[in-house]
């Protein structure tokens, strides 16, 4: 009986430690991302830190305030990728936007890419089946390279670049 208590024991202390350990999968988890840093503004009530570090597979390395107190951050990585987030006070929500306004008048970048070694097509069906905004994928025969678009839940463009040779 004894034994038995032990060996019960054991099994769950072995079960409470993969349980601790699991990551959760993730599509790009055992992609290689070239090194890169991006860094977004968002509102105080954003999401978009926590889509990034889910999707990505980042940890988060530091989170901070602002001095004043008009923004919080985080700084999140997986290896040389890194993803700051900046949540302002005083930006606006996607929903704040006027209905009349014309996106060609707004300023700031219009996407953003970084190269993988992933194959596009199988990648997009990952992201695709986790709900993720996956679309095109589209050969670039002026640069030799795919692009996969991406938009994350605010409507930033990512482009994630094929280094797989045809």
Known sequence: MKNTLIII???????????QKKEMHNCLSKISLEPSFIAFTTHKDSELGNWYKNTFGLEIVKEFTFPDGSATGVLMKKDEFVVEIFYRNDALKKS?????????????????????DANLK??????????INAGRIFRDDNLGIDLLQVIDPEGNVLEIISRLKK
Do not use: R
Request: aromatic share 14%.
């Open 96 to 116: 704040d936007i006027k209905p009349d306004s014309n996106s060609e008048q707004w300023s700031g970048f219009m996407k953003f890419g970084f190269y993988t």
């Open 9 to 19: 024991a054991t099994l769950i202390i072995s079960f409470n430690a993969i349980g």
């Open 122 to 131: 199988d990648l997009k069906v990952c992201l695709k089946s986790k709900h």
